[in-house]
């Protein structure tokens, strides 16, 4: 079939957004804000995700369509953005007890 007459992988787009719905879904679940144990929340949203993208490193193949790489992407991202808010939140709490 000619490149131009392939269809569009919708089945495989809608299944990864479902995936990614679902991950989120659980994320929000973790971290919604609730005042009980903020950082025990933190630290099971980090080691889920940091899972969640090594299983993605470690599951990757080259040359795959575009869809298979945005779940490790965001696995990634994601990673990357709770570790940072923990790294923070960790220097803001050590400042706060140094200044008092």
Do not use: C, K, N
């Not at 940091?50 to 990673?79: E, K, N, Q, R, W």
């Not at 923990?86 to 200044?99: H, K």
Request: hydrophobic share 55%.
């Amino acid at each position: 079939m000619h490149p131009e007459q392939v269809p569009y992988p919708w089945g495989a787009v809608f299944t990864v957004w479902l995936i990614l719905g679902v991950e989120v879904a659980v994320l929000h679940a973790i971290l919604r804000p609730r005042l009980d144990q903020p950082w025990r929340r933190l630290g099971i949203a980090i080691v889920l995700v940091g899972g969640l993208a090594a299983l993605s490193l470690f599951t990757l193949v080259t040359d795959m369509p575009g869809y298979y790489y945005v779940p490790g992407i965001f696995h990634f991202l994601t990673f990357i953005v709770l570790v940072t808010i923990a790294a923070v939140r960790s220097a803001a709490r050590r400042l706060d007890r140094a200044s008092a």
